[in-house]
C-alpha cells in the first residue's frame, strides 16, 4: 500500500527546458521509502490531474530553451566538481556581480531626487521615453565626443539586457543572427524567445551563425565563414573571454557589415575596461553609424548591477532596407 505523499515544487531553470515541466500537483514524493533513507520521485497519473489550466498555450519557443542554459550548467558542473573536491578553489566564469559599492556622489543625487518627488515642485509624472534630456546629453558628450553621434541617438533604458530583448523585438522573427562562440547568452536567448532559431541540437541552435573566437584565431571571427546574417551581436571587450578587438578588427567588422547590409549591435558594456588603444565604441570606425546599433550600460562601471540603467545608441544614419529609420 502506498504511504503519505507531499507535494514538490520545481524552482530551477530546468523549469524552462523542453518537456520538463510537469505541474507541482502532478509531482508527488513517496514517503513510504523514506525510512530507507530513499525519497522517490513519481508522476501521478494525468487522471488525478485537478488543477485549473487556462486556455493559453505555452509559447513553444520558451519550450525550446535549453536546461543546458549556460550559467545554471556551470553553477551545475561547479557544484559537481565541490562535492568531488571539497577543497578546490574554484574561480567560477559563471553569472558574475559587481563588487564594490556605488559611489555615495550617485546615491545621494539619487536620495535627493527621490525625497523631490514628494514635493509639488519636484514631482514629475511619466518621463520622457527616450530617457531625461540632460542624461541623454550628458551620455553623448561623456563617451561620444568627436564621433558625431549626438543626444537625440541616444536612448536611456533600465539596462542592456532589456534593449537586447527589445531590439529582437524590433527586428522580428525573420532575421537571422550571428554571435560570437563564446558569447554572453542574452543574445541567443533572445533569438530563441523570438522565433528566430530552431531546435537545439550538438549545442546550437539552428538558424544561428555562430562565429567562433578563440585562442587560434585570436579571439577574433573568421568573417568570410558567416554563410549569411541579417544582425551580428558582437561584445567587446568579449563576455566571458575578456578579449577586446582592435581598430583595424573592428574596421574589417564595420566594411562586413556594409558589404552584406547587416546591422552590428555592438555591446560595449564592459568598454571602460579598455586600457589600450582598442576602440570603446563602435563609432569610433569610420562608417559604423551606417551599420550598428551600440548598447551599453552603467551595471559594471558604477555598480548598476541591481538599480538598472543603461543606454543604446541608435545613430540617424542607420536604415531599414526600405529607407525607414531603424531609431
Ligand atoms: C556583455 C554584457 N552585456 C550586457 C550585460 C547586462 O547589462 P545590464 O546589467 O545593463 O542589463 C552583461 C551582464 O553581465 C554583459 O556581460
Not at 489550466?53 to 525550446?64: D, G, I, L, P, Y
Not at 562535492?83 to 564594490?100: F, N, R
Not at 558625431?148 to 537571422?176: H, M, P, T, W, Y
Not at 524567445?193 to 578563440?214: K, P
Request: proline share 5%.
Amino acid at each position: 500500500m502506498n504511504g503519505p505523499t507531499v507535494s514538490v515544487s520545481l524552482n530551477s531553470p530546468q523549469f524552462l527546458a523542453r518537456n520538463s515541466f510537469i505541474s507541482s500537483s502532478k509531482l508527488k514524493t513517496d514517503t513510504s521509502r523514506r525510512s530507507l533513507g530513499i525519497c522517490k520521485c513519481v508522476s501521478s497519473p494525468p487522471a488525478e490531474q485537478t488543477a485549473y489550466t487556462t486556455k493559453v498555450s505555452r509559447n513553444a519557443n520558451m519550450a525550446k530553451l535549453q536546461a543546458g542554459y549556460l550559467f545554471p550548467e556551470i553553477a551545475r558542473r561547479r557544484a559537481a566538481h565541490l562535492l568531488k573536491y571539497p577543497d578546490a578553489q574554484v574561480i567560477s566564469l559563471g553569472i558574475g556581480d559587481t563588487t564594490e559599492p556605488i559611489p555615495d556622489i550617485i546615491t545621494n543625487a539619487m536620495a535627493e531626487r527621490a525625497c523631490a518627488l514628494s514635493t509639488v515642485e519636484g514631482y514629475s509624472g511619466y518621463g520622457a521615453e527616450q530617457g531625461e534630456k540632460k542624461l541623454r546629453s550628458a551620455i553623448a558628450s561623456a563617451y561620444y565626443k568627436d564621433l558625431g553621434i549626438d543626444e537625440s541617438d541616444i536612448f536611456v533604458s533600465d539596462g542592456a539586457k532589456c534593449d537586447i530583448s527589445r531590439l529582437q523585438v524590433l527586428f522580428g522573427s525573420s532575421v537571422k543572427i550571428a554571435v560570437q562562440d563564446p558569447s554572453y547568452p542574452a543574445y541567443v536567448d533572445s533569438s530563441v524567445i523570438m522565433g528566430q532559431t530552431g531546435l537545439y541540437e550538438n549545442q546550437r541552435y539552428s538558424n544561428i551563425e555562430y562565429m567562433r573566437c578563440d585562442p587560434q584565431n585570436g579571439f577574433f571571427p573568421d568573417l568570410s565563414l558567416i554563410s549569411n546574417a541579417d544582425v551580428i551581436f558582437f561584445c567587446s571587450p568579449n563576455n566571458p573571454t575578456g578579449s577586446a578587438a582592435t581598430r583595424e578588427q573592428l574596421t574589417q567588422l564595420v566594411q562586413y557589415a556594409k558589404k552584406t547590409g547587416s546591422i552590428i549591435v555592438y555591446d560595449s558594456a564592459y568598454a571602460m575596461y579598455i586600457s589600450d588603444d582598442c576602440p570603446r565604441s563602435i563609432f569610433e570606425i569610420d562608417g559604423a553609424k551606417e551599420v550598428a546599433i551600440e548598447t551599453s550600460s552603467f551595471s559594471k562601471y558604477a555598480g548598476f548591477t541591481g538599480v538598472r540603467l543603461g543606454w543604446t545608441v541608435v545613430p540617424k544614419e542607420l536604415l531599414f532596407s526600405d529607407g525607414f529609420p531603424v531609431a
